[in-house]
């Protein structure tokens, strides 16, 4: 009799994974729309070839997509718990904003990983999770409740990285330290796609958050792309006419602004040069994309996995005359790329909806077949992203539609 309704139960379960969709979530970190080394591309030419291909030339690509705290702990806290920023600060015991207090850049911590869409996945979806790279600035030593597999860090080194494991095969719980042979986007593309091999056809369906570093400061390309520069690459970065602009151009901007000097000769060298190594660092990630999705197709669950990709802000090289930064609320700091490839999104295809980050979460939980939360602030796009073939979506998915 037991026997028996374990083999119901297992059955059950089975059922389960087929009939919602698996769901791939690449987040990289200060990687605007405006440098050209995102998506929409410019001038046909970037970074990130494979990456054009396989999502940007086979899925769907948002035009107005935002987020809507540029700045890393804010706006992660933002995308994984659904919620607008003024929904999540803490207003107090948070001087300057780095108080070790559970206060992440003013966010509510506690309030945040007691409540990620991993937990509403794994308890209500069904969803086996996994996080790995980047989670917060201040990461939990722990994993918050949601999360099965956990290898994740604050953003850490790009050589020599560090990362807070719990549940992840092969590694002991704890901490684990890497060496100066280990650059931390492959760490996190390998560590990764041997979790996804283990759960991909196994009795649920699975979420995975895949969060490398780069392209942050200090910008530090992988060993094998340093140096590199295709010759149909632009000498530097784009200079509109923001860029090294006149103190009269910017009298009337707020006082950061204003008060900023002009660029030298130089800083504009070290701007290019930041320039031409965050492109670098996303040649890995690009790889990373690509060891990810061909691995997908190796084990069989291409035609039942959807894959999003974007960035938790923006940044900027030159403009206003900020050597580079990101913290303003100006186009180039706040709009940012989403691509999204999967069953029922036509290759190719765009939509204008003006949306943001806050709204990822729902939207993956309508691909899963169950309502948002109420306190979530977020609304699903997915109307705007099926716009292929709704035949050959999952039957958890078509419910939601």
Not at 100 to 114: F, I, K, Q, R, T
Not at 130 to 143: Q, V
Not at 156 to 181: M, T
Request: proline content about 7%; some cysteine.
């Amino acid at each position: 009799m037991y026997l028996r309704g374990l083999v119901v139960l297992s059955t059950a379960l089975a059922v389960q994974a087929a009939t919602k969709p698996n769901i791939v979530f690449f987040l990289t970190d200060d990687q605007d729309q405006k440098l050209g080394g995102s998506f929409p591309q410019h001038n046909g030419v970037g970074p990130m070839p494979y990456t054009q291909k396989a999502l940007a030339e086979q899925g769907a690509t948002a035009t107005n997509w935002f987020i809507h705290t540029p700045i890393c702990c804010p706006s992660r806290s933002e995308l994984v718990a659904g919620r607008y920023f003024h929904n999540i600060k803490k207003d107090d015991g948070c001087p300057n904003g780095d108080a070790p207090a559970s206060c992440c850049m003013h966010v509510d911590e506690e309030l945040v990983n007691n409540a990620t869409m991993a937990k509403t996945l794994n308890e209500q979806g069904g969803y086996t999770v996994g996080i790995f790279g980047k989670y917060l600035n201040s990461c939990p030593k722990k994993a918050p409740e949601g999360f099965d597999a956990y290898f994740a860090n604050g953003g850490g080194d790009y050589y020599s990285p560090s990362f807070f494991v719990q549940g992840v095969e092969g590694f002991s719980d704890g901490v684990w330290q890497g060496g100066p042979e280990n650059y931390t986007t492959s760490v996190v593309g390998n560590v990764s796609n041997a979790w996804i091999r283990r759960v991909a056809n196994g009795d649920k369906p699975f979420f995975a958050y895949i969060a490398p570093k780069a392209c942050h400061e200090p910008f530090l390309p992988a060993p094998w792309y340093q140096g590199y520069w295709d010759p149909s690459w632009p000498p530097h970065e784009p200079r509109p006419v923001s860029w090294n602009c006149s103190f009269e151009s910017r009298a009337d901007h707020h006082y950061i602004i204003a008060t900023e000097p002009m660029i030298t000769t130089g800083a504009a060298a070290k701007i290019t040069q930041v320039f031409q190594d965050r492109w670098r660092t996303l040649m890995s990630v690009d790889d990373l994309i690509r060891d990810t999705m061909q691995l997908c197709e190796e084990l069989g669950v291409m035609n039942n996995t959807y894959f999003f990709y974007s960035s938790d802000h923006g940044f900027q090289l030159g403009e206003f005359n900020i050597p580079f930064d990101k913290r303003h609320v100006y186009d180039h700091d706040i709009r940012i790329h989403l691509l999204v490839r999967g069953p029922g999104v036509k290759a190719g295809s765009t939509f204008d909806t003006l949306a943001s980050q806050v709204d990822l979460a729902p939207t993956w939980f309508a691909l899963a077949g169950i309502e948002k939360p109420a306190y979530m602030d977020g609304k699903s796009v997915l109307p705007f992203l099926l716009n292929g073939d709704r035949g050959e979506l999952a039957e958890a998915t078509r419910a939601m539609l």
